[in-house]
């Protein structure tokens, strides 16, 4: 079945650093796009970024672009969110999203918490 798995979240300072891991299962991951979304507390979920299945397509949400990169290495069946200059508001749980064979599926997410 479906898997995704997020990880690397943390405590960081403003103006710090982090790369989230999702590594998947269960589907043919180099033809599925992969999305990372988040949730901050009290708020709905939203995009943050997206990737084609081979990579070349990459969109991101207007307030990360610029300090967020979304890869993948189709080998490891994995999808990755570098994270830069990292303000208090991105503090969330991030997630990774597919859709596959039309239904989606989530991971559990990774919390990422950017407080001085």
């Known amino acids: 079945q479906v898997q995704l798995v997020e990880s690397g979240g943390g405590l960081v300072q403003p103006g710090g650093s982090l790369r989230l891991s999702c590594a998947a299962s269960?589907?043919?991951?180099?033809?599925?796009?992969m999305t990372w979304y988040r949730q901050a507390p009290g708020k709905e979920r939203e995009l943050v970024a997206s990737?084609?299945?081979?990579?070349?397509?990459?969109n991101y949400a207007v307030f990360v672009k610029g300090r967020f990169i979304i890869s993948r290495d189709n080998g490891q069946n994995t999808v990755y969110l570098q994270m830069n200059s990292l303000k208090p508001e991105d503090t969330a749980v991030y997630y990774c999203?597919?859709?596959?064979?039309?239904?989606?599926?989530w991971g559990k997410g990774t919390l990422v918490t950017v407080s001085s």
């Open positions: 269960g589907f043919t991951f180099s033809r599925s796009p």
């Open positions: 999203k597919v859709n596959s064979g039309g239904m989606d599926y």
């Open positions: 990737i084609s299945g081979p990579g070349l397509s990459k």
